[in-house]
């Protein structure tokens, strides 16, 4: 069974930074996008920031140059660097992930979530 745990969110001031952490777990073969979304309270998750295995990135445009997504593969660990949080931002962060259970078996996994409350 292949799990992403995520840790890393709680509560901040306006301005202020957190990094989040999502690690793969299980009996994996490769792993293909890892990406970050989130969900506030009332509206439809989106997407926050994508890592393609190729080292490509994506981001919302309410991100961009303030968030970053980085990957440390040795680890199987995707991570979300924010800066300049707004109160916007505070919603409910969940990791995904495309894996490769086999070389021709992928599945896509969705973290538990953490919150990341940011206040004004």
């Known amino acids: 069974q292949v799990q992403l745990v995520e840790s890393g969110g709680g509560l901040v001031q306006a301005g202020g930074s957190l990094r989040l952490s999502c690690t793969v777990f299980?009996?994996?073969?490769?792993?293909?996008?890892m990406g970050w979304y989130r969900q506030a309270p009332g509206k439809q998750r989106e997407m926050v920031a994508v890592?393609?295995?190729?080292?490509?990135?994506n981001y919302a445009d309410s991100v961009k140059g303030r968030f970053t997504i980085s990957r440390e593969n040795a680890k199987n660990t995707a991570y979300l660097h924010m800066n300049s949080l707004k109160p916007e931002d505070t919603a409910v962060y969940y990791c995904?992930?495309?894996?490769?259970?086999?070389?021709?078996?992928?599945?896509?996994?969705w973290g538990q979530g953490t919150l990341v409350t940011v206040s004004s």
């Open positions: 890592s393609t295995s190729g080292g490509s990135t």
């Open positions: 299980g009996n994996i073969f490769s792993i293909n996008n």
């Open positions: 995904n992930g495309l894996v490769h259970k086999t070389t021709f078996s992928i599945v896509e996994v």
